[in-house]
T-cell receptor, first 117, second 120 residues
Framework: AQKITQTQPGMFVQEKEAVTLDCTYD???????LFWYKQPSSGEMIFLIY??????QNATEGRYSLNFQKARKSANLVISASQLGDSAMYFC??????????????FGQGTELSVKP | SAVISQKPSRDICQRGTSLTIQCQVD?????MFWYRQQPGQSLTLIAT?????????ESGFVIDKFPISRPNLTFSTLTVSNMSPEDSSIYLC?????????????????FGPGTRLLVL
């Protein structure tokens, strides 16, 4: 069965520093996608970055990059130059591409990031 | 990228009543998804809604409690029936898209702003 594990319930980072949020996953499928979302206190889920299992390069989106290590089944999110507005919950999620369950996302438990001024 | 709106954004309801949540997308999509996020928890998929067919429910969720409609390719509703305080959650709809935030080809899934429900 699919599973996503985020082992850091909470993280602190100093403003302007980089931070890595951990995510490991478990799947028997060869084709899958990995997502990161940001959820501020307002509750909305903001898409940050996507990595396909066959993508050879790590995904990047502005200050966000995904450190994808397929053999280790890890997909850590790196946020560079943290800003106060980055304080939020961050969720890692996985989708099995060829699953008969369509686009169902499985979510980790989340990491609460606090950026200190 | 897909733009998704939900109504209502929040509500406070009495136990035993029902609430219908609407989800509108600005483009036609094949599948729409409904998730629940209980307080302090992660997101859990309730059901997948395809236009023209019955919704597919995840284990632990039943149609009598969470009936879903999908009348066209841009709209869906989720009803939370016979509510109890345990139904207090954020309910989010989402859609798949092949277009990323920057407009380039990228598989992703976008979420609506959510509906915060408090049942007293």
């Amino acid at each position: 069965a699919q599973k996503i594990t985020q082992t850091q319930p909470g993280m602190f980072v100093q403003e302007k520093e980089a931070v890595t949020l951990d995510c490991t996953y478990d799947t028997s499928d060869q084709s899958y996608g990995l997502f990161w979302y940001k959820q501020p206190s307002s509750g909305e889920m903001i898409f940050l970055i996507y990595q396909g299992s066959y993508d050879e390069q790590n995904a990047t989106e502005g200050r966000y990059s995904l450190n994808f290590q397929k053999a280790r089944k890890s997909a850590n999110l790196v946020i560079s130059a943290s800003q106060l507005g980055d304080s939020a919950m961050y969720f890692c999620a996985m989708r099995e591409v060829w699953s008969n369950q369509g686009g169902k996302l499985i979510f980790g438990q989340g990491t609460e990031l606090s950026v200190k001024p | 990228s897909a733009v998704i709106s939900q109504k209502p954004s929040r509500d406070i309801c009495q136990r035993g009543t029902s609430l219908t949540i609407q989800c509108q997308v600005d483009s036609q999509v094949t599948m729409m998804f409904w998730y629940r996020q209980q307080p302090g928890q992660s997101l859990t998929l309730i059901a997948t809604a395809n236009q023209g067919s019955e919704a597919t429910y995840e284990s632990g969720f039943v149609i009598d409690k969470f009936p879903i409609s999908r009348p066209n390719l841009t709209f869906s509703t989720l009803t939370v029936s016979n509510m109890s305080p345990e139904d207090s959650s954020i309910y989010l709809c989402s859609v798949e898209s092949q277009w990323g935030p920057s407009g380039g080809y990228q598989e992703t899934q976008y979420f609506g702003p959510g509906t915060r429900l408090l049942v007293l």
